[in-house]
């Protein structure tokens, strides 16, 4: 699938986003997966034994804004990821809290990625 956005332009960049300065590596996190469209690391508070965060290198704010041609890349290296880290066999859970009232905290569309002991989202 092509897209014919041009994700050079500015509005996909938001120099005061956590999630861009990672992506532009101008703060460190703890990255395990990356490919030309995604990135994947560590959450820094983690509510389940593996708990990652799987972004799109492009700022859209939610799952609502982020494009198919964005949302098909996260997918793909969701997978990738699941296989790499034999998450199939473990049985594995996707969030995306969309909305303050849902507990989003960061305006950069993002699957939690999440296997393992788990800790509910409820407190947001
Ligand atoms: P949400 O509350 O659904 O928007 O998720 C944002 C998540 O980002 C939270 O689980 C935070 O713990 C996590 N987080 C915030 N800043 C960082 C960071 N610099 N590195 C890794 N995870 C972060
Ligand atoms: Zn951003």
Redesign the pocket.
Known sequence: MMSENNYNDEKYFDENC?FCK?VEKQ?P?DIVYEDEYTIA?????P?ATI?L?VIPKVHMKDIIEVDEYYMSKVHSSIKNIVEQLGLAEKGFRVI??CGAGA????WHF?F?LLSGKYER?DN?
């Open positions: 956590i990672i703060i996190a690391f560590k959450d820094l508070q509510k708990h965060l995306s809290n507990g989003q905290s960061v993002h939690h989202f947001h």
